[in-house]
């Protein structure tokens, strides 16, 4: 894979809701049923002006991308056979609630080489994804590393 060039690449943007029925099935696959993930009465009781989210609720975007990390790696020029996902790093900055509408701009960060433990040279690819609701607030960045491994 060439990565010359890729740093700086706008992956694009997409819009996505926060929406109660994509809440309610995030806290029940992490198997909380406590009511302030699901009732504004029981949150606005808890103390929090809206239903707050699990934080990594932003995981969301890739439901309303073209593929995903796949599918910026299908755009990179990466072999999705030979793709790792290395990591995922997120920083949180402020709060997202129910009813939110968040915008998500990708954009590559990093691209590096090296030599594979069995050969081959490895590309790493680093995609940072911003998160912003409408009120123009940064809430939550992530950090993806991806990885094609030598051929």
Do not use: C, Q, Y
């Not at 949180?92 to 968040?102: K, S």
């Not at 030599?115 to 960045?141: D, I, Q």
Request: glycine letters at 12%; a negative charge; zero cysteines.
């Amino acid at each position: 894979m060439e990565i010359a060039g890729l740093v700086g690449r706008d992956l694009g943007r997409v819009s996505f809701p926060v929406e109660r029925g994509k809440l309610r099935e995030f806290a029940r696959a992490l198997h909380d049923e406590d009511p302030v993930w699901h009732d504004p009465a029981a949150a606005k009781t808890a103390g929090f002006d809206a239903v707050p989210t699990p934080p990594t609720i932003t995981t969301i975007a890739a439901h309303w991308s073209d593929g995903g990390l796949i599918g910026h790696a299908l755009t990179l020029g990466m072999d999705v056979e030979r793709l790792l996902h290395g990591e995922a790093a997120w920083t949180f900055l402020a709060p997202v609630r129910l009813g939110d509408e968040l915008d998500a701009a990708t954009v590559v960060v990093e691209a590096t080489t090296r030599a594979g433990r069995r050969g081959g040279t490895m590309a790493l690819v680093t995609l940072e994804t911003t998160f912003t609701n409408r009120r123009g607030e940064l809430v939550a960045r992530l950090r993806d590393t991806m990885i094609e491994t030598g051929g």
